[in-house]
C-alpha cells in the first residue's frame, strides 16, 4: 500500500519492522514484467462486506461513495485491457471502509479484498487521480497476494545455481499442486461443501490436517449422504495435493530465508504493488504524474526534502524511501513507455462527480476533526477542560481516557479543577497513587 509507517495488510498481517542487517536491495531482475499484474491463489477472496460494516462511520457515507466510485474507475477501466480484475477478483469482491486515524495511509485486506483509507489522507491528496493511486497500490496488494509469504515467489536473485533448480522445481510443483487441487475441490463441492475459507488467500502448513478432520466428520455424519464412498477418495487425493504443496511452499520459503530477512521481503513487497498500482492507473488512462507526486508529497512531510532531486538508496526498512519510490515510478513509466503510451489519451485528473473529492474533503474534515487523539487531549485541557470542547470531540469517551501523569498535572495547575479531572477519568484514588493527593 502507498504506506510511510509499516506494513499492515490485514488478514494476512504483514506487520514487519525488524532489523536492519541486510544490505540493500540490488537484485536487478526484480523489475516488475508488463501485464504481470496478479498472483494465482487457491480460492476467492471472502468476508470483505462483513469486515467492512465493522468499521461502518454514518458521518463519512459520502466519502465511502466517492471511493467506492474511484474503485470502479480503475476496475472497470482495466477491464477493457485485462482480465485481471475477474473471476475471483471481480469488482463485488472489493470492498473499501474509512478508518478514524489522522495518519495519511491506506492498508488492504489480502485475504478479504477490503481496502481501509484513513481519513488522514484527504488533508494530502490533491485530485481524484493521486486518490486513486492510493487505491490502484491497494489493489495490486491484493491481486499480488502480498500476504507474509507468497511474495517469496519473486525472490531467487541471491539463490546459488543448485539453489534455484530447487527453487524452480518447487514453484513447479506447486503450480501443478494448485491445479489439482482446483479442480478436486470442484468435484467435491458438488456432494458437500466443506469449509475450505483458510487456505482462500494462501495454504499454509497444517492446512491438509485441518481439511482431512472435516472431510471424516462429514463422512461420519452422513453428510454426503450416498456418496460418501466418493466423497472420500477424493478428500484423500485432494489432502495428498495439499500437503505436496505445503511441502514444497516450505522447501522454497527456506531457501529465501537463508539470503532474506522479513524486512527486505516487505520493502519489495512495497515496490511491487508501487509497480503494478502504475500500470493499472496507466490501463486506465489516469495521469500517471499525480501517482508519484503522493511520494513526494509524503518525502515533503515526514522527510522534510524540499524535493526528490539527486540520488536516493531505497532504503533498508519495510518501505523503501520516499523519494526512491518518487523516482523509481518515473523509471518505471519510462521503462513501460510502450506498453503504457497505448492506454494515454486523456490522462486524466479529475473524473469522479456526485460526490466529488471536494465533497469527501468536506465531510471527512468534521471526522477528522472529532477523532480522538492526545492533540486533541491537549486542546481541551489547554481550554480549561470545559465540556464544549469534549462534546465536540465527541469520539473521546471516558473509557478512552487515560489518567496520567501529564492529564494530572494539567489539571493541578488550575485548568479544569475537579470538573478535568472527571473528565479525564482520573479517579481519588489514582490522585493519591501518583502522589498529587
Known sequence: MKQILSVMILGASIGILLSCAQKEFTDSNLEHVF????????????????????????ASQTTKAYLEKLIDFVIDRNNQSSNVFTGYLSRNNFCVTILNSKEDNAWASVDSGLISVNAGIFATVESDAMLAGVLA???????????????????????????????KNANAQMTSAHEIIFKIDGEMKKIFEIDDSDYSGEIT???????????????????????????????????????????????????IKKHYNAEEIANKIESDADEVGLEFIARADINPNAYYRFDLLLAREYDKLSSCSGLFKRGRMSHPANCWRFQNDISELKKHRKNYSRFFKHRQVSFISNPSLEDAKREIAAVVDSICDNESFTKCIENGGDYTCYTKYSACKISDIICNEDALENCLNGKGGNACYAKLNCSRENRISSGYE
Open 205 to 255: 502448513k497444517g492446512t491438509s490436517i485441518r481439511i482431512q478432520q472435516e472431510i471424516d466428520e462429514a463422512i461420519l455424519q452422513a453428510k454426503c449422504e450416498e456418496r460418501c464412498a466418493e466423497f472420500s477418495q477424493l478428500g484423500f487425493a485432494l489432502t495428498q495435493q495439499l500437503k505436496s504443496f505445503e511441502d514444497f511452499q516450505q522447501i522454497r520459503r527456506n531457501l
Open 137 to 167: 497500490h491497494e489493489l495490486a496488494h491484493i491481486t499480488l497476494n502480498h500476504t507474509g509469504t507468497a511474495p517469496e515467489a519473486t525472490f531467487s536473485g541471491r539463490l546459488s545455481t543448485t539453489e534455484q533448480a530447487v527453487f
Open 35 to 58: 501485464g504481470d499484474t496478479f498472483t494465482q491463489r487457491t480460492k476467492a477472496l471472502s468476508h470483505c462486506h462483513e469486515e467492512a460494516k465493522k468499521n461502518e462511520n454514518p
